[in-house]
Each structure stands twice: as C-alpha cells, then as structure tokens.
C-alpha cells in the first residue's frame, strides 16, 4: 500500500533509479495506481491540448474580475488551484474505481464543464471571505 504514494511522484517524473523501478514492479501489481496513472496521463494530455478547458477557466475569471480587475488578478492562481483540485478529486474518485479505465480526456472536460458553475460560487465565496479581511 506505501508504494501507491509514490504514484504522483511517479507520475511527474520525480522517481530515480531503485525508486523508479520499484513502482514500475508495484505497478504491475497494483490496477488502482494503473487506472489513476491513465487518467493523470490523459488528463495532462487534455490540459496541453489547444485548451478548450483553458478558455473556458479563462472566461470564468473574466467574469470575476470585471468589477475590480486589478484586484482580482493576483487570484488567477488561486483560481486554477481550485480547478486542479476538482481534477485531483476526480482522480480520487477513479481511483477508488479501478475497473473505470474508459476515463478520456473528453470525459475530464466535461465533467470540468458541468462543474464549472459551482466551482464559480465557490470561488465567489472565497472572494467574498477574502474582502471581509480588509
Ligand atoms: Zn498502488
């Protein structure tokens, strides 16, 4: 079980040598780490893909940040914190389903979309905390 910590690591290319091989070996064992090893690859395919998710986040912080743009813009980061995030808990989710390895970057995107709305209210949310402190 220790050895599927290693997956993110794994998965960014931070593994050297004996650590590297040893996950390779886990790998072979292990069909949650394969599965989510092949949704994080396909969602990084989908991420460097000429961005349809991208403009889509893009428009949504345009919209938070017509009333007071210079404000706001130091959030841009933030915001796409709170967008991987809903990608990191997806890769949860397909994790804890191993048999789920028809995941497509068409899928991610989706999903992304459906979610976008709310992940827009959230981040209004944390905009409107955020203003309370000054
Ligand atoms: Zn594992």
């Given at each position: 079980m220790k050895d599927c910590e290693n997956l993110m690591l794994y998965a960014s290319n931070e593994l050297?040598?004996?650590?590297?091989?040893?996950?390779?070996?886990?790998?072979?064992?292990?069909?949650s780490c394969r599965a989510?090893?092949?949704?994080?690859?396909?969602?990084?395919?989908?991420?460097?893909?000429?961005?349809?998710?991208?403009?889509?986040?893009?428009?949504?912080?345009?919209?938070?940040?017509?009333?007071?743009?210079?404000?706001?813009?130091?959030?841009?980061?933030?915001?796409?914190?709170?967008?991987l995030l809903g990608l990191g808990l997806l890769t949860f989710l397909a994790g804890l389903q191993p048999d789920k390895t028809a995941f497509d970057a068409s899928e991610v995107i989706a999903y992304m979309s459906e979610n976008l709305d709310e992940e827009y209210l959230n981040f209004s949310n944390d905009l409107a905390l955020f203003e309370q402190e000054f």
């Open positions: 050297d040598g004996a650590a590297k091989a040893a996950f390779e070996q886990h790998l072979q064992t292990c069909s989510e090893l092949a949704l994080l690859r396909r969602t990084d395919e989908a991420l460097a893909a000429p961005a349809a998710p991208a403009s889509v986040v893009e428009n949504l912080f345009a919209k938070t940040t017509r009333r007071r743009k210079s404000f706001f813009a130091g959030w841009k980061p933030a915001f796409a914190g709170t967008a």
